[in-house]
């Protein structure tokens, strides 16, 4: 299976000029709008999974990271999210290991709420990565806005 394509301002490569042309089109040929992102879809599980939509969604759009495309994903984000706080919050009140009874007695075992609340964290986890929730996510999307910026002043002022 092939890589995944990186944006053309973050490849270390040397293109032609003519292939740095067609790929920064291509690029802008997938930007997409972000109207379906200005409210929660109906589909969210709850309130806490709204707020957090509109949380997201408003920090995201300082960065222009996300497009209508990114709906699906950024629903299951809130959705994970929403079910993490409700995993959360019924652990609060239990130990993370419990006594069952068995046959031959009584044995410690771990609370399976702990396995469901662990779920919801790897879902999150792999639904911010897709979102550009993460870290390394806005990093890249910083690089690509740094080398545009530069890209602007060097186009009007030459190198300096």
Avoid: H
């Avoid at 293109?15 to 409210?39: A, F, P």
């Avoid at 222009?64 to 929403?82: E, K, P, Q, V, W």
């Avoid at 959360?88 to 006594?99: E, G, S, V």
């Amino acid at each position: 299976m092939p890589r995944p394509r990186k944006p053309i301002e973050m490849q270390k490569g040397n293109l032609t000029v003519v292939n740095g042309q067609k790929r920064r089109m291509e690029e802008e040929s997938v930007m997409t709008d972000k109207n379906q992102l200005k409210r929660p879809p109906i589909w969210l599980i709850d309130d806490v999974a709204k707020k957090e939509w509109r949380r997201v969604v408003k920090e995201l759009e300082k960065i222009s990271l996300i497009g209508n495309l990114d709906r699906n994903n950024l629903g299951g984000y809130c959705n994970a999210f929403a079910n993490y706080v409700k995993a959360t919050d019924i652990l609060k009140d239990q130990a993370f290991y419990i006594d069952r009874e068995t046959r031959t007695g009584i044995i410690v075992v771990k609370n399976p709420m702990v396995d469901i609340q662990r779920s919801y964290a790897e879902e999150m986890r792999r639904f911010a990565a897709l979102c550009g929730l993460t870290i390394d996510a806005r990093l890249k999307a910083a690089a690509v806005k740094i080398n545009t910026t530069e890209d602007r002043v060097r186009m009007k002022f030459g190198e300096i």
